[in-house]
């Protein structure tokens, strides 16, 4: 006799052909639901890209100076401009060339709150 095994060897191969199958029609599934979700989404419009810092507009002499000062001192902890004419461009590129400042003072300024 050795033959008898076969049916069993014939059984696992009908299971796992069901289950493949099985796992043919979910994926099939899937991809319908993400095609319809694909379908479904307005194409929204690209968020617009953070505009890269423009060349700061209208800077004064005394913002270019202060530019200078912050670029040759990266690492300074006070940055004293009081009664010069800095705006608030000058000051913004202050602080990004210096993020070690402790102390600003620009009293007299026309840098605002904001």
């Known amino acids: ?6 049916g069993s060897a014939d059984a696992r191969v009908a299971e796992m052909e069901a289950r493949a199958k099985a796992a043919e029609d979910e994926m099939e599934k899937l991809r319908q639901q993400l095609a319809a979700a694909s379908a479904a ?25 202060m ?9 300074a902890t006070k940055a ?11 000051a ?12 600003i003072f620009l009293s007299g300024t026309g840098v605002t709150d904001a």
């Open 67 to 75: 530019i200078a000062w912050a670029d040759k001192n990266p690492n």
């Open 80 to 90: 004293d401009f009081d009664d010069k004419e800095i705006t608030d461009a000058g």
């Open 92 to 103: 913004i590129a202050l602080a990004n060339k210096c993020p070690k400042l402790i102390w």
């Open 1 to 6: 006799g050795g033959g008898g095994g076969g």
């Open 41 to 65: 989404e307005q194409p929204t419009p690209a968020p617009a890209p953070t505009p890269a810092p423009a060349p700061l507009p209208d800077l004064t002499n005394d913002d270019r100076e």
